[in-house]
């Protein structure tokens, strides 16, 4: 009676920690608003994974594929769309902690804002605002947005939002970049973080830029910019990647050359595909990623390359051609993996 007991128990436990096991590395789960504006491109609209759901670039196009007129329709338009893909992961405009703000024209940026804080009342998310060159569709603004799935572990810090483990930074503006970095170590230091602690960093730059920078407009003139995500405590790195807990973070990579970008894209996608398996990842894991184009002509051959690379649930995306066509690089790509 006794053995039998202890087998009960035993097999009990090992259940336990199966449940336990499955639940820490679950795959991701692919939401789909309905009636929300369709994806243009082999993306999926929302993940949740890691414990918060991340949400694809959304445009002005409504559910039929209509952009209403004026920027301040257009900008809540964006919005529904980001609203629609969180309410659909069971989460609210409250539970995000990042966004990416990308305009056609800076000189819209007030009747942006406007909108913005209609639905961003409480705690709003770390943010960083970019004018570029084009995106998908002819949008005139584009939001991305991570949003942590448990709201009490967000919480308000100097300089931007920790949740789950992770600092998000507003972003930083500067003359240069590396006035953009001391004014990053700045808000590190105010937040209880050192610059050892970056597992990821865009630069951006007005003007020329190198591969691993992206040109962009930047807001009151500034000359460059950071947005960044911090991790304190035990980390791990491979090439461009740095891994966080169950997170592999890999920074932008060019394409190199003037090969066609259905090449440059998979040279990317190959020398990334390298970095997270260093990182004990892989292009499976992968559930957020922005591609920035050299010309968003060619963001349908862009696509048919893209897909290769991904199963029924790819990751989330947002694109846009950040500079004037033919300034840089076809193709650059970050990734976000969660294991």
């Not at 639940?23 to 609209?45: C, D, E, L, N, T």
């Not at 808000?187 to 830029?209: E, F, I, M, Q, R």
């Not at 290769?308 to 033919?326: K, W």
Request: with cysteine.
């Amino acid at each position: 009676m006794a053995e039998l007991e202890y087998l009960l128990k035993n097999r009990m436990r090992t259940a336990i920690l199966l449940l336990m096991t499955t639940s820490m590395f679950a795959q991701p789960k692919v939401i789909v608003p309905s009636g929300a504006a369709k994806p243009v491109g082999p993306y999926s609209p929302g993940l949740d994974a890691g414990g918060f759901v991340w949400a694809s670039g959304q445009g002005a196009l409504d559910s039929a594929g209509k952009m209403p007129a004026g920027i301040e329709a257009q900008t809540r338009q964006c919005l529904e769309n980001v609203k629609a893909i969180l309410s659909a992961g069971s989460v609210t405009m409250e539970h995000v902690v990042a966004s990416q703000v990308y305009m056609l024209d800076l000189a819209n940026q007030a009747a942006i804002d406007k909108v913005y804080n209609e639905y961003f009342t409480h705690n709003p998310p770390a943010r960083v605002t970019l004018g570029v060159s084009r995106m998908p569709v002819g949008t005139t603004v584009e939001i991305t947005v991570v949003a942590v799935k448990d709201l009490a572990r967000k919480k308000p810090v100097a300089g931007g939002i920790e949740a789950g483990g992770l600092l998000f930074l507003n972003a930083v503006y500067g003359a240069s970049p590396d006035d953009a970095m001391g004014k990053l170590k700045s808000a590190l230091k105010g937040s209880g973080h050192s610059a050892k602690d970056l597992v990821y960093v865009n630069t951006y730059v007005t003007g020329a830029s190198q591969p691993g920078q992206i040109p962009a407009v930047l807001p009151s003139g500034a000359q460059a910019g950071l947005f960044a995500i911090a991790h304190k405590g035990a980390k791990k790195r491979a090439g461009e990647c740095a891994v966080a807990g169950n997170i592999a973070f890999c920074q932008v990579r060019a394409a190199s050359g003037a090969a066609p970008v259905e090449d440059q894209t998979a040279a990317v996608f190959d020398e990334t595909s390298k970095g997270l398996a260093g990182a004990g990842f892989s292009l499976a894991n992968a559930v957020a990623t922005n591609v920035y184009l050299g010309n968003i002509d060619e963001f349908q051959k862009m696509n048919a390359k893209y897909a290769s690379y991904f199963s029924s649930a790819p990751p989330t995306r947002t694109t846009v051609q950040p500079g004037p066509a033919g300034s840089g690089p076809g193709f650059r790509l970050s990734v976000i993996a969660v294991k």
